[in-house]
C-alpha cells in the first residue's frame, strides 16, 4: 500500500492564480479530510468527506474547494491564492472512528 | 467544541527522563487518539483509547484516560533524543477530527 500520496510536494503560486493539491489514498477508506498548519500552530480542518459524493465544511473552509468522485480521490482547490494561504496541507485519511492515516504534506507558498 | 487541548505547550527534558503530556476534552467520546509530528512531517498516529478503557500501553508510551475528568495523560518512558516532537491529542468517534496546538517536547542528550 502507498497509503495516502500527495502532490505536488512544493509549489509557489502568484496571488490570484488557482490551482488543485491532489490526495488519494489506497487503503480503501470512507473518511478524507484536508488540513492546513501554519508556523507554530496545530492542524485546521478544511474541508473533509464521509464518502464518495459527500463533502462539508471545516474550520476555516473560505477560499478552497473539495470534490469526491470516488474514494480513492479527495483534491483541494484554492480559487484565487491570496498571501493568507501560504501553508503546509495535509491531506489524511480513516476507516470509521479509528486512526488516521496522514499524507506528507504540501508546502505552498503564495507571493 | 470537539477539539483537544494540550498541556503544558512546550516541554524540555533530559534523555532518559520520562515525559508526561495532558489533554482535556470537552465532550463524550468514543475514543481518544494521540498522534506524533517530528518537524514538518505529517502526524502519526501512536496510540488509541477508547472510552471504556482506563489505561494502554504500546512499547514506552502509557496512556491513561479518565471520562469523568473528561482528560487522558501520556506518557514517554526513558525518552530519546529522537522523541523530540509536537504531540497532539484529538477526539476520535465523529466525522471531523479537530486537533489542537499540541505539546511541543524538546529531549536534550
Known amino acids: 500500500n502507498a497509503g495516502v500520496t500527495q502532490t505536488p510536494k512544493f509549489q509557489v503560486l502568484k496571488t490570484g492564480q488557482s490551482m488543485t493539491l491532489q490526495c488519494a489514498q489506497d487503503m480503501n477508506h470512507e473518511y478524507m479530510s484536508w488540513y492546513r498548519q501554519d508556523p507554530g500552530m496545530g492542524l485546521r480542518l478544511i474541508h473533509y468527506s464521509v464518502g464518495a459524493g459527500i463533502t462539508d465544511q471545516g474550520e476555516v473552509p473560505n477560499g478552497y474547494n473539495v470534490s469526491r468522485s470516488t474514494t480513492e480521490d479527495f483534491p483541494l482547490r484554492l480559487l484565487s491564492a491570496a498571501p493568507s494561504q501560504t501553508s503546509v496541507y495535509f491531506c489524511?485519511?480513516?476507516?470509521?472512528?479509528?486512526?488516521?492515516?496522514f499524507g506528507p504534506g504540501t508546502r505552498l507558498t503564495v507571493l | 467544541s470537539q477539539q483537544g487541548e494540550e498541556d503544558p505547550q512546550a516541554l524540555s527534558i533530559q534523555e532518559g527522563e520520562n515525559a508526561t503530556m495532558n489533554c482535556s476534552y470537552k465532550t463524550s467520546i468514543n475514543n481518544l487518539q494521540w498522534y506524533r509530528q517530528n518537524s514538518g512531517r505529517g502526524l502519526v498516529h501512536l496510540i488509541l483509547i477508547r472510552s471504556n478503557e482506563r489505561e494502554k500501553h504500546s512499547g514506552r508510551l502509557r496512556v491513561t484516560l479518565d471520562t469523568s475528568k473528561k482528560s487522558s495523560s501520556l506518557l514517554i518512558t526513558a525518552s530519546r533524543a529522537a522523541d523530540t516532537a509536537s504531540y497532539f491529542c484529538?477526539?476520535?468517534?465523529?466525522?471531523?477530527?479537530?486537533f489542537g496546538k499540541g505539546t511541543k517536547l524538546t529531549v536534550n542528550p
Open positions: 489524511a485519511s480513516r476507516f470509521g472512528y479509528n486512526e488516521q492515516f
Open positions: 484529538v477526539q476520535g468517534g465523529s466525522e471531523k477530527l479537530v
